[in-house]
């Protein structure tokens, strides 16, 4: 099958799906992953063929994000109004300048169209007019159920009460496809339909979604649509060819297992402060640490402490005593497999939803907000993940689940099927 596989957002959006188009790959389809420019040179790697998207609206939108939560706790009103307006118009024109790059790259000679979340909402519009047949792959649960919360929304267990929630989350998650909606349907001379009417009738048509989590940390929801599946984790594509820094092999070697602390994508607030934070952190602890600079461009200078760029989560987070996040769907993924406890420090949209289940499976003690984080809390935090064998066995013991799952087969055999 000749398949594209279309994913935007940020780093975690973007490496899970390298591994499930190897994978699609190694089956013997012909496979092109559809992201934005800059990952096409770190994807593109052992035959995989990436189609780049010049549009990027992401860092723009993390920016909006966190200007929003700053004013939030200032505690005023007018400012938190006016950011609110910024964020708001910032997404919808960030989806809007999605609209070119996504009808420009989308094969209308396709025979599957594979689609993120956040893609989903106009790809599947894109595929429905070239006839081509599309399937949603997330990494993360948007369906309303009573079993557990929308995971844009904190955590909460069994309720009725979730439903309407999870409606409402995503009625304000479409306000934000609002104008590209309405751009994509007048490019393709189709009558307008709102992102309510889309994701009804995505639901009334029963669209197939595969879910890139494993089963045993978000179980299906027994109110849940037939056509929804959660089919285990999509590990990002190792490159046999890459090969660690001697700084990193070097310093690993030196001491007892670091601890690895960092914000991907995120940009929880001041970088120097951060930095600053998590040496002290450190330093109360007694723990050597691995930061890695991200997004926020964090850097640390201290004793027993190496600052390094975006180093395969494979490869050294089992080599780590634990790991502080920001608990976004694919770090949070990674932690697991790597069997070592966490510190979840989540910052926005499904991160809190996702470290509150971290906390539920006892692999991590308990979450941070980021804008709760301070030196004595994280040491605190640290000290109590590094030292409870509790943390540690129960970790061990979800890399050992994990290990026994194959979810980018599971997709594979779903579009082997689907033929």
Known sequence: MRIQIIT???????????????????????????????????????????????????????SARTRLQATARGFDALRTFRSLGSFVRTAEQGMLSLVDSILAAADPKADLLLLSSMAAPLGSVIARYHGVA??????????????????????????????????????????????????????????????????????????????????????????????????????????????????????????????????????????QQLGESAARALRQARLRGIVQSGWAGLSVVDDDVITVDALPHSWLMPRTAAVVHHAGAGTTAAGLRAGVPAVPVPVMTDQPWWAARLVQLGVAADAIPCTELTPARLAAALTRATRDPGLARRAAAAAGRLAQEDGAGAVARAVAESA
């Not at 994978?23 to 990436?50: D, I, N, P, Q, S």
């Not at 995503?170 to 001379?189: K, P």
């Not at 669209?207 to 089919?231: K, N, Q, T």
Request: hydrophobic fraction near 40%; proline fraction near 11%.
């Open 8 to 62: 935007v957002g940020t780093t975690g959006s973007v490496a899970p799906y390298s591994g499930l188009a190897h994978r699609l790959l190694a089956e013997g389809h012909e496979v092109e992953l559809v992201t934005h420019a800059k990952f096409a040179g770190a994807m593109a790697c052992c035959g995989l063929t990436v189609r780049p998207l010049e549009a990027d609206p992401f860092a723009s939108l993390i």
């Open 134 to 271: 599309s399937m949603g792959v997330f990494l993360q649960p948007d369906v309303p159920t009573s079993e557990f919360s929308h995971c844009t929304l904190a955590w909460r267990s069994e309720s009725r009460a979730n439903i309407p929630r999870a409606r409402a989350a995503n009625a304000l998650l479409d306000t934000a496809y609002r104008t590209a909606n309405r751009e994509l349907h007048a490019r393709l001379g189709l009558p307008h339909r709102s992102g309510r009417r889309l994701r009804v009738d995505r639901e009334r048509g029963r669209w197939p979604i595969w879910h890139g989590y494993s089963p045993w940390v978000v179980p299906h929801p027994a109110d849940w649509r037939p056509g929804l599946h959660e089919a285990g984790y999509w590990w990002p594509h190792e490159c046999p060819d890459w090969r660690p820094p001697a700084l990193v092999t070097d310093f690993l070697a030196a001491g007892p297992p670091p601890v690895l602390i960092g914000f991907g994508s995120m940009m929880p607030g001041d970088p």
